[in-house]
């Protein structure tokens, strides 16, 4: 029980934790786990609420419902679980800034925060461009 207090996991460790969760999940309920397809849902939520003609009539939205499934209570899952691994660490900072990343931008939090923000853009029209 040490290890879930310790401030930081080796990333070989996560990683290994990580395939064996996927693996655990393919071979339980035959599916990958994944957050793409949430996060459209999730703006689809949103959407339904202000104009729910319109995202009735769309065809990504005809393919994919909108609902609450597996993967969003994975992704909402994730969330908490960093929460309680914070807690558990009592950790309430969060990891100081990787060198690169404050020599390419600076000390500024806000363009860290914008490139992280953009950088996230980028990966997940590349995941839905994929199918997930």
């Keep these: 029980m040490n290890v879930l207090r310790e401030k930081t996991w080796s990333p070989y460790v996560a990683g290994v934790l990580a395939g064996l969760l996927l693996v655990l999940s393919v071979f339980l ?8 397809t949430t996060f459209v849902r ?11 003609d319109k995202v009735a009539g769309m065809e990504y939205f005809i393919k994919e419902k909108v609902k609450v499934d597996w993967q969003f209570m994975f992704v909402v899952g994730v969330l908490f679980g960093a929460l309680v691994s914070s807690w558990l660490s009592r ?17 500024y939090r806000s363009r860290r925060w914008i490139a992280a923000f953009l950088g996230g ?6 995941a839905r461009l994929a199918d997930g």
Aim: glycine residues 12%; hydrophobic residues 50%.
């Design 29 to 36: 309920t035959g599916k990958y786990f994944g957050a793409s």
């Design 42 to 52: 999730a703006a689809g939520f949103v959407e339904q609420a202000v104009a729910p």
């Design 91 to 107: 950790e309430k900072r969060a990891v100081p800034v990787p060198r690169m990343w404050e020599e390419r931008f600076g000390p």
């Design 121 to 126: 853009i980028v990966v997940m029209f590349g």
